[in-house]
């Protein structure tokens, strides 16, 4: 009988080939045409081409009507590689700086063991999105009716996290990641001689007061017990040093937990942006993106799969979500479920995600796959009745 060890050199090598041929997000063609083939090759039902280049392989077993989902994310980042592995980066300035190569290995390795056992009873949708660094590619599936098509009482993610010492996984009930809101304002003057002010309103001027206005939101407008980020971090303006610019652009992030709290920090800024620009003799505008929503986990499936994790690996409660954002969101959204972090933790000093000397840690594949097969066997467990 061959053993989940007996599956790790080939999926190391399945890791290490998808780590050398990044793909960027709705580019994942190599990508999913390799997981597909590797499903089809172990007989599961695979659907392609949902949300542009996901997947879905579906394994049934018994005859219970329950489901779940796994999922795993394919894409790679904009990011030069600087690691120096010998499977490092073939594509220059694409790179898999965030493990997303080793969610796939891991979650095919569980499609890979237990299409062999079958120690359960009902279907398992194991789902691999494109596009989940900023492109929304979890929506996209979801848009494409991912939970219509193969309906899950409950879906997981898990993603590496360095943070966690190689064999813990954390979660949390409620929120774990956060909303990530882009913001991008630009105040309209009708520039002017830098020598004669006087009939020329200071769009820089302007911004530099709107910038410090922004900076005092978090401060000054949300309850102290609540959790919020607002960083202005770019300004562009100007050409020339005489000259007064006609018009300042400013862009940001908000990050946040609470819609409450997203709310009213995107009124406030509307509110002192158009303040500030009048007060200037300025028009303003103002492109107000949240592209992704927090990612909230259902409370009663991150206490399961808190006590399923506790079976395979060190199991820790998340003391506090992070305000990274992950688009596992719009499908916690769809369909009750949890994020775990697998702990990926390589020492200190090593390099954190989106790193370009980052690698994903091999040694946490076994674990990773161990945990998705744990969540399929107690939660489809073949003892209990539909
Ligand atoms: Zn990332
Ligand atoms: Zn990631």
Not at 264 to 290: C, K, N, P, Q, W
Not at 316 to 330: I, R, Y
Request: charged share 20%.
């Amino acid at each position: 009988m061959t053993t989940i060890d007996d599956l790790l050199p080939g999926l190391i090598a399945f890791r290490r080939d998808i780590h050398a041929h990044p793909e960027l997000g709705f580019e994942e063609k190599r990508t999913a045409a390799a997981i597909a083939r590797e499903l089809r090759a172990i007989g599961l039902e695979v659907h392609e081409g949902i949300g542009g280049t996901g997947l879905v392989g579906v394994l049934k077993n018994g005859t219970s009507p329950r489901a779940i989902g796994l999922r795993a994310d394919m894409d790679a980042l904009s990011i030069h590689e600087q690691t120096g592995l010998p499977y490092a980066s073939c594509t220059h300035g694409v790179f898999h700086g965030c493990g997303h190569d080793g969610h796939v290995a891991m979650l095919l390795g569980a499609a890979q063991h237990l299409a062999r056992t079958k120690a359960f009873d009902g279907t398992v949708n194991f789902i691999f999105q494109p596009a989940e660094e900023g492109l929304g590619g979890a929506r996209e599936m979801v848009a494409e009716g991912l939970f219509e098509r193969f309906p899950c009482d409950r879906v997981f993610a898990l993603h590496n996290w360095p943070d966690l010492p190689a064999g813990t996984v954390a979660t949390r009930p409620g929120p774990i990641m956060g909303a990530a809101d882009k913001f991008e304002i630009v105040l309209t003057g009708k520039g002017g001689h830098a020598a004669i002010p006087h009939n020329t309103p200071d769009a820089i001027l302007a911004a530099s007061t709107l910038v410090t206005q922004l900076n005092s939101i978090v401060a000054r407008c949300i309850p102290a017990m609540s959790s919020a980020v607002l960083s202005v971090t770019q300004i562009h303006a100007g050409h020339a040093h005489n000259v007064l610019p006609a018009e300042v652009t400013i862009v940001g992030t908000v990050r946040t937990f609470d819609p409450a709290v997203q709310d009213t920090i995107e009124a406030r800024l509307r509110e002192m942006t158009h303040g500030v620009a009048a007060s200037f003799g300025l028009t303003s505008a103002i492109d107000y993106d949240r592209y992704y929503p927090a990612t909230i986990n259902d409370a009663d499936a991150a206490a399961e799969a808190l006590q399923i994790a506790a079976g395979v690996a060190t199991a820790q409660l998340a003391s506090e979500p992070a305000f990274t954002s992950e688009d596992f969101a719009f499908m916690l959204h769809a369909c009750k479920g949890a994020y775990l972090w697998l702990g990926q933790g390589c020492g200190p000093g090593s390099p954190p995600l989106h790193n370009p000397g980052y690698d994903f840690n091999d040694d946490i594949l076994a674990t990773g796959l161990r945990l998705h097969v744990a969540l399929v066997e107690a939660l489809l467990g073949a003892d209990e009745k539909a």
